[in-house]
């Protein structure tokens, strides 16, 4: 169990000083060019590493493991260490797309700003360095854009269905969840004609979406959706044979990425906790 | 510009005496190609002739999305490197997971729509209209849409 918890909080919520906090932190990691830096972190999921869970894959012999969830769990917890060694304290705000300020307004002014006072915002897009992989350019993204009407940004009740999705049903759970995950991707990334060419953003693509500083809120939301399911259904609500699974390259199982408790960080929400009138340590 | 995704087409024979008895039904899709672009599938029950521009409406047999985030259809590695090994070996003692673009799976629930559609009909019509939801321009559109099996299947209460 960790010493302290860190809280995770919405993006629309973040106070003056939270949002700088966040910032400083990822602008430090941007400028890393070594094992502490974004670029780093980000090359895990797709270009070069490839790393990434999706869908179902086989695992130790068993066919049809999901650890889609544990993956982006230990991955996010991974790069949040990485910032707080840099930014100490500072949490990976989540994206809430649900709510109708998100279909209004599309992506968080946070990320979508070009600018943060006077100075370019650090959220807002991030330099790809693989000329030889073709990728030596900024990331880019068009949200709700495509070849075809868009359909809106998920409701809430379309996201309560798949909460509600019962217990002993984690791969049920986790595929529906992946599944809108991906529809995310594709909506924020988008596409576009620019000088008479076809252009993607860089979400809508398992290569290059982790470069896109949205990238680490939009699984945020994700990962606070599955600690609320679980908290509901059971926290270590998983098949048995997952558990004991590594989750390559973090060294980690997904035993150990079961309870946010233990990796340091909860999620903000409406549970209010006042100081009692006692403490312990006055207890002579 | 690139071509326009080949749709799918199939019909799947019914055998459903009561219908008041499915619980749940879903169309299963298995060993889905996900190395292309990201792309949407749109399922439209009972209408041969949807395409890329047909509402998603339930008067037009609608039924539901999946979508696919791809891997781009460009292999950023040498060569090889996007191979897909044609069986996972069920080893114990190998314990990495299977290649990344191990093919994946899919599903969509359809219970409503098969109970209404199963009291007139013993048929069911399928299709699958891809929409393209990146791009690049080594990616094969045309065949975007790529799977090995479709399952209907029905659960009972």
Request: charge should be positive; aromatic fraction near 12%.
């Amino acid at each position: 169990m960790s010493d302290q918890i860190n809280l995770r909080k919405n993006i629309n919520n973040l106070t003056v000083d939270e949002l700088q906090k966040f910032r400083s932190a990822y602008k430090k990691a941007m400028r890393l060019t070594d094992n502490r830096g974004y670029a780093y972190f980000a090359g895990f999921h797709g270009v070069p590493t490839f790393s990434c869970w999706h869908g179902p894959q086989t695992k130790d012999g068993w066919p049809g493991v999901r650890l889609f969830l544990p993956w982006h769990r230990a991955y996010l917890y991974r790069f949040e260490k990485a910032l707080q060694d840099l930014e100490p304290g500072v949490t990976i705000p989540w994206w809430d797309w649900r709510s109708s300020g998100s279909s209004q307004n599309k992506i968080p002014k946070a990320f979508s700003d070009k600018k943060a006072g006077s100075e370019p915002n650090i959220l807002y897009k991030f330099r790809m360095g693989f000329p030889e992989h073709g990728l030596n350019r900024d990331t880019r993204r068009f949200p709700g854009k495509g070849f075809g009407p868009f359909e809106g940004l998920p409701s809430p009740d379309t996201i309560q269905q798949i909460l509600d999705i019962p217990d002993n049903h984690f791969d049920e759970f986790s595929d529906a969840l992946e599944d809108k995950h991906g529809f995310i991707h594709v909506w924020t990334g988008g596409q576009t004609r620019q000088n008479g060419r076809l252009v993607s953003g860089d979400m809508s693509d398992i290569a290059t979406a982790a470069f896109d500083p949205i990238f680490w809120s939009h699984h945020c939301m994700i990962d606070r959706l599955w600690w609320i399911w679980q908290k509901k259904n059971g926290i270590d609500e998983i098949p048995d044979h997952y558990r004991k699974m590594s989750l390559e390259p973090f060294g980690v199982t997904t035993d150990e990425m079961l309870d946010i408790y233990n990796l340091g960080y909860d999620y903000a929400g409406t549970e209010t906790t006042v100081n009692g009138n006692w403490s312990r340590s006055t207890n002579g | 510009m690139a071509k326009v995704p080949k749709v799918f087409k199939t019909e799947i024979a019914l055998s459903l005496k009561d219908t008041k008895n499915i619980a749940k039904t879903t169309l299963e899709f298995h060993g889905i190609n996900h190395s292309g672009p990201s792309y949407e599938a749109r399922i439209f029950l009972n209408n041969k002739n949807a395409n890329e521009k047909t509402a998603k409406t339930e008067k037009n047999g609608y039924a539901g999305s999946f979508y696919i985030f791809g891997h781009g259809g460009k292999c950023y590695g040498g060569p090889g490197h996007c191979r897909i090994p044609p069986k996972d070996i069920a080893d114990p003692y190998d314990n990495r997971r299977s290649h990344p673009l191990t093919p994946t799976f899919r599903y969509v629930t359809i219970t409503k729509q098969l109970q209404k559609i199963a009291k007139k009909a013993n048929k069911i019509s399928v299709t699958v209209v891809p929409i393209p939801r990146s791009y690049n321009e080594m990616a094969d559109f045309e065949n975007l849409l790529q799977f090995e099996k479709l399952s209907l299947i029905i659960y009972d209460k």
